[in-house]
């Protein structure tokens, strides 16, 4: 029985010389669509000899010609498929750090399809012709909103801790609160990074708690700089004390240090009129006298991964010559998209209308409620009777690390199947192309509508709408 049903599958030439093979070796290549039949084939092979002879008797094989080449077709198309693809993010998390943080706007990225598309003055001064600088496409829009005298832009903030310490630290010490030693995402810790940097770790004062007498004792002719970190990914509360960024500045000054500020996430407008808590902005570290502030571009900048460096131009241009500066340089494609990003900020009310972070982090509930229904609306067309749909409030959150504490109000679209789990639904989901990730709670797979943007409801629509 089981020979019969093999010999059944047909040729591979006879499956090369058919239309649809002769379609695919155009689409694809010979060897390509070889390779894929053989694999199929011996794939239809391999189920056809496990399964028990008695239940051969009642079963079905289509092993049409075309049957076959269809699923070759699928096979060609998954392994043509880029592994990094857009995705659809209904988790509600806005900077999502496992689905590429920020969005970004359309200018930014109308700016990184020019520059790919065309040669670009990338290092050229237009006006001699001659060789310039990468760094001075932003160094303009940088000052203009921030103030500072000089930046230096890296691939990330990471780097940019990395690159500011092994500038200006290097062999000597640093002094920094034991209540701001961070880790950061992928495990990264900042004593690590002060590790690798060449510069040596002093703590003072406690978890909880640091007076700028700790700072004072700890001062000795072998400090290089004053560190302070922001906790942009946690909150100590209850019985606390930091040092205010103005008291620091006041006494490195005083004792001939420079002061630096990793704040982590970086924002450049106060959004407590949107309903969120206060967040330190680049411009309020600036204004204090802080000498040199490291900040990332990707997250609530709502630009491309970059580290951002904005500061004294003495202690900027120690850093611009140092030699791991090449070895962290921010990439052409980053570099445009970041410098569409900050031009965006030249209007903060129209930049929280472009930059699509922004715009989800201050999206009104009402709004939020208005596109629920309407997907709601779509995705009941399209149901069978097997599924339950429920519209209901909940909370989103920020993520990447920023507002840790902050809870925002959303619409979310609660989907139930009679037959599939939930952890079922949400793998089918994943499984279309573009993947749909949603969350999984209260029994049901979840779609918050923060996150999901107007072209994604169709997407959703028939991805829900082919499932059993």
């Known amino acids: 029985m089981k020979q019969e049903i093999l010999r059944q599958i047909p040729a591979v030439n006879d499956l090369l010389n058919a239309e649809l093979g002769e379609k695919l070796i155009e689409d694809y290549s010979h060897q390509l669509v070889v390779d894929a039949i053989r694999e199929i084939t011996a794939e239809i092979r391999e189920e056809v000899l496990a399964i028990a002879e008695e239940d051969l008797e009642v079963m079905e094989f289509d092993l049409s010609s ?43 990225q109308q700016a990184v399809l020019d520059v790919a598309d065309n040669y670009s003055t990338l290092e050229v001064d237009v006006d001699t012709g001659k060789r310039g600088s990468r760094y001075n496409n932003i160094k303009e829009i940088l000052a203009e909103l921030t103030g500072a005298e000089d930046c230096l832009v890296v691939n990330n903030n990471a780097a940019a801790v990395l690159l500011a310490l092994s500038s200006l630290a290097d062999g000597q010490e640093v002094i920094i609160s034991r209540g701001q030693l961070v880790e950061i995402g992928g495990s990264f810790r900042i004593p690590d990074v002060m590790e690798r940097s060449g510069a040596k770790l002093v703590e003072v004062g406690s978890t909880n708690k640091a007076h700028l007498r700790d700072y004072q004792q700890a001062i000795t002719e072998e400090t290089a700089l004053l560190l302070r970190v922001h906790t942009s ?48 902005t680049v411009q309020d570290s600036l204004e204090a006298g802080v000498d040199v502030v490291t900040f990332s571009g990707d997250k ?128 089918k989901l994943r499984k279309n192309y573009p993947p749909i990730f949603t969350r999984v709670a209260n029994d049901a797979v979840i779609f918050d509508l923060r996150t999901i943007q107007q072209q994604d409801y169709q997407i959703i629509v028939e991805a829900v709408g082919s499932l059993p």
């Not at 699923?71 to 198309?77: A, G, I, R, T, W």
């Not at 998954?78 to 659809?88: E, M």
């Open 300 to 427: 609530l900048l709502g630009g491309p991964q970059a580290g951002i460096i904005v500061g004294k131009q003495e202690y900027i241009e120690e850093m611009r010559s140092h030699p791991l500066t090449r070895a962290l340089r921010i990439d052409k494609f980053s570099l445009a998209a970041l410098e569409a990003t900050l031009k965006e900020y030249r209007d903060l009310e129209r930049a929280k209308e472009r930059i699509p972070t922004l715009r989800m982090l201050t999206t009104p509930p009402t709004a939020l409620r208005k596109k629920a229904e309407e997907l709601l609306g779509q995705l009941s067309k399209v149901v069978s009777e097997s599924f339950k749909l429920e519209l209901r409030e909940g909370i989103s959150k920020v993520g990447g690390g920023s507002f840790p504490l902050e809870k925002l109000t959303t619409y979310l679209i609660e989907l139930q199947h009679q037959q599939l789990s939930t952890e079922q639904l949400a793998m």
């Open 233 to 280: 990914n946690y909150k100590i509360l209850g019985f606390t004390k930091e040092i205010e960024p103005q008291e620091l500045v006041e006494l490195a000054h005083q004792n001939g240090l420079p002061v630096l500020e990793d704040l982590g996430s970086g924002i450049f407008v106060d959004l407590t009129g949107d309903g969120l808590s206060y967040e330190p």
């Open 66 to 108: 075309r049957s076959i080449l269809l699923q070759v077709e699928e096979h060609l198309q998954g392994k043509d498929r880029l592994i990094l693809s857009p995705a659809i993010n209904a988790t509600g998390v806005v900077l999502h750090t496992n689905l590429g943080r920020s969005l970004l706007s359309d200018k930014a």
